[in-house]
């Protein structure tokens, strides 16, 4: 089959309270735009409907797919939905959709040219935040000061979950990827970084939804022991042989190790 200019892929775990929605939501948008795309739900090893409301929407619509994992994390579910896709770009989506899907179009050229990977961000000249509880919004800022410390530097926003890889990038980084929880985007990012790709941070609208599968005090543990473990990796050189072998065939780190950027985009 030929290749989709966009692959949206969204992982879900026990989401059958809005995937049915946010999928309708999706392909309404995607329907509307000049090029090809389709849309990757990789399910988590759900409970509950999910990946029957899911099949049910691709049998109306042949640019849906599901992707059945084990129940491994929200990392696990990002890694085995990249894994699958096939477009040119492939952008990474939650499920909840608290980024409007209109500004999918700040990720994509002509309106962002000349990255490897995109990452929205709630901090970055021209974002905006609503209705999160500052408690949240403390602690995710607290987490991020550790992120720039101990791994990824000079980006304020690394725990977004609406990123846009090129194809060419999203194979390369995706199975180099070990953490399976919340602390996937670090690692990624991370390893991004040591390539020398070129990253750009795009800021968006971001809602807080009630019913987020993200538990601040739990998760924000099990995170900073994922930016611990990737930190450790990195000192013990276990990741040097993946990417001596991975940076001579990505074009990017050709011209050494580029630095990140923030971009304002408007609609």
Known sequence: MAQPYLSI?????????????????????????????????????SQDGTASLVEAAAEANLGIRLVRLSHGGKGWAVRGGMLEARGQYRFLADADLSMPIEHLQ??????????DVAIG?????????????FRRHLMGRA?????????????????????????????????LQRAKGFGFDVEILFLAQRLGMHIKEVPIDWYYHEGSKVKPVRDSFLMLKDLLSVRWTSLKGRYGNLLHKTDKSHPSTSEGNRSSDNQDMSD
């Open 143 to 175: 987490f991020n000061i550790m992120v720039r410390l101990l791994a990824v530097k000079g980006l304020s926003d690394t725990q977004c979950g609406f990123k846009c890889f090129d194809a060419k990038a999203a194979e390369t980084l995706f199975p």
């Open 121 to 133: 961000s709630r901090e970055a000249p021209g974002a905006r935040r609503f209705h999160e509880p």
């Open 9 to 45: 892929v969204i992982p879900a775990y026990n989401e059958e309270m809005r995937i049915a929605q946010t999928l309708d939501t999706v392909v309404k948008y995607a329907g509307g735009q000049d090029y090809s795309w389709e849309v990757v739900v990789a399910d988590d090893g």
């Open 106 to 115: 700040r990720f994509l050229p002509p309106n962002l040219t000349d990255f």
